[in-house]
Nanobody, 119 residues
């Protein structure tokens, strides 16, 4: 399974970006998909997650500004980021995790895409 993330770039404060991540190599429907980020000198943190039932969870710092969504049929997860702030600057990683019907855990990561918020 490979997760391919895209959509990062340079944006001014207050601007928007949309990240995409598509899983290939499997038609398995992942229990959870989400986005993490890691800023320079900081630990990786969960930004947003979405379940197979489309329940969502957000970090407090992005609530009301970011929206996560997924297309189950194509194993794609999106992160719409609005009202971006310099503090959102980080490498963003997509992640797919859960357990199979046989209770075997899985945890797949994308390669990361850089988001820079700067004037």
């Amino acid at each position: 399974v490979q997760l391919q993330a895209s959509g990062g770039g340079l944006v001014q404060p207050g601007g928007s970006l949309r990240l995409s991540c598509t899983a290939s190599g499997s038609k398995f429907r992942f229990n959870n998909m989400g986005w993490y980020r890691q800023a320079p000198g900081k630990e990786r943190e969960l930004v947003a997650a979405i379940t197979l039932g489309l329940s969502t969870n957000y970090a407090d710092s992005v609530k009301g500004r970011f929206t996560i969504s997924r297309v189950i049929a194509t194993n794609t997860v999106y992160l719409q980021m609005d009202s971006l702030e310099p503090e959102d600057t980080a490498v963003y990683y997509c992640n797919a995790w859960g357990t199979t019907i046989a209770s075997i855990p899985y945890d797949y990561w994308g390669q990361g895409t850089l988001v820079t918020v700067s004037s």
